[in-house]
Every structure is written in C-alpha cells, then in structure tokens.
T-cell receptor
Framework: ETGVTQTPRHLVMGMTNKKSLKCEQH?????MYWYKQSAKKPLELMFV???????ENNSVPSRFSPECPNSSHLFLHLHTLQPEDSALYLC???????????????FGEGSWLTVV | GNSVTQMEGPVTLSEEAFLTINCTYT??????LFWYVQYPGEGLQLLLK?????DKGSNKGFEATYRKETTSFHLEKGSVQVSDSAVYFC???????????????FGQGTTLQVKP
C-alpha cells in the first residue's frame, strides 16, 4: 500500500467509448502525475499537476484529457482511443512539485487499459 | 538529452546468488538517481535512491552507489531470493531547462528471475 490508489485496475474499452481512470492519493501531497508504461518501452511521463494546475503536458494526444479537481484526486479521461494506446497507466504523487533530496515520487498500482 | 541505460534482461539467477544490474546515465546538472521495482501485476515501488555523488542507497538488502565519475548507479544484492523476482527500473530526475519539473527519466527495465 503506497497511499496512491488507482481505479479501475483493469479496463477494456472500444475505440468509440468514453471512459475515465481515477487516482486518489492519501499522502497529503501537492503534485500528481500520469505515466504510461507500454510493452518494451521506458515509462513515459504524460502530465504533471502542481497544486491542481497542469504544469507539464508531454506532447500527449488530445484523446487523453486529464483533470485535477483538487490536490488529492487526478483523473484521466479517455475518448476515441486507438489499440496502440493499450498500456499500463500509472498515477503518482509527490509532496512537492519536483525532485529534490527530500522529495520522492510514489506510484499507484496502475490501471491496465486494453483498447479493442 | 538526459537518458538512462540498463542492462538487458532477463537476468536468471539461482537463489542466494549475487545480483548486479547495471545502470548508466547521461545527464546535465546533478540529478537524483532511483531504483524502482515492479512485482508481477503491480505498480512501481521505490526501492532506493541517492541524491548526490558517492551517496549509497540501500533497502531490503539491495544497494546502489551514485558514481559520478562513471555515471553509474548499479544495483547489487548479495543473496537473492525467489521473492525478488520482478522488473527493476533505474531512473533519474530530469531537472529540465527551467528547473525542477518532477519528471523522472526511466530505463527500459530489467527482468530478474530467481529460481529455487
């Protein structure tokens, strides 16, 4: 238990569906992240939110739409995805917006997404 | 740009064998270095970290030393167990041109299989 909870753990969706991934952190952190883990590729940062404000969008297609209503919750809205978007989507959080000696990023267990 | 290179897997060892997983990096500035572990079906967990040159991170019998002269952060364990079977990711903090963005750059991961 890392303090970062993701739901659902597994999701299968069609290319015309609209679905959302949810992340909640119970650590009192101010920064939250979405990462994508595809087979045989390094983890890729998608979005960074600091104090509910998006501070980084790593050239992510608009079919992925993040939402951060407060510092504890982060959503990833999915619409008209492609089969190549099938991957493990990892949410993470950290106390501060950035990497420093005292700041560690904690990951959730991930949501396995399959697009059919 | 910044990057992380890990030895390719899978690495297959017998129980109680000595483990080394090589990790080298390319970075500007002074990044922090991390090892994350991903057990089957789970998300990433921070295993250990080091924030400056010559620091040694350690946890659960695993160690890694931040070697600036060789730009390396090799993971070692003296005696592996079957329960150590997992994928291990080396990562560095990407400080970015504008400062501290909270972005982690990951290697591709090394799968460790420990046989009884």
């Amino acid at each position: 238990e890392t303090g970062v909870t993701q739901t659902p753990r597994h999701l299968v969706m069609g290319m015309t569906n609209k679905k959302s991934l949810k992340c909640e952190q119970h650590l009192g952190h101010n920064a939250m992240y979405w990462y994508k883990q595809s087979a045989k590729k390094p983890l890729e940062l998608m979005f960074v939110y600091n104090f509910k404000e998006q501070t980084e969008n790593n050239s992510v297609p608009s079919r992925f739409s993040p939402e951060c209503p407060n510092s504890s919750h982060l959503f990833l809205h999915l619409h008209t995805l492609q089969p190549e978007d099938s991957a493990l989507y990892l949410c993470a959080s950290s106390q501060e917006p950035g990497i420093s000696s005292g700041n560690t990023i904690y990951f959730g267990e991930g949501s396995w997404l399959t697009v059919v | 740009g910044n990057s992380v290179t890990q030895m390719e897997g899978p690495v297959t060892l017998s129980e109680e064998a000595f483990l080394t997983i090589n990790c080298t990096y390319t970075a500007t500035g002074y990044p922090s270095l991390f090892w994350y572990v991903q057990y089957p079906g789970e998300g990433l967990q921070l295993l250990l970290k080091a924030t400056k040159a010559d620091d040694k991170g350690s946890n659960k019998g695993f160690e890694a030393t931040y070697r600036k002269e060789t730009t390396s952060f090799h993971l070692e364990k003296g005696s592996v167990q079957v329960s150590d079977s997992a994928v291990y990711f080396c990562a560095l903090s990407d400080l970015g041109g504008s400062g501290n963005t909270g972005k982690l750059i990951f290697g591709q991961g090394t799968t460790l299989q420990v046989k009884p």
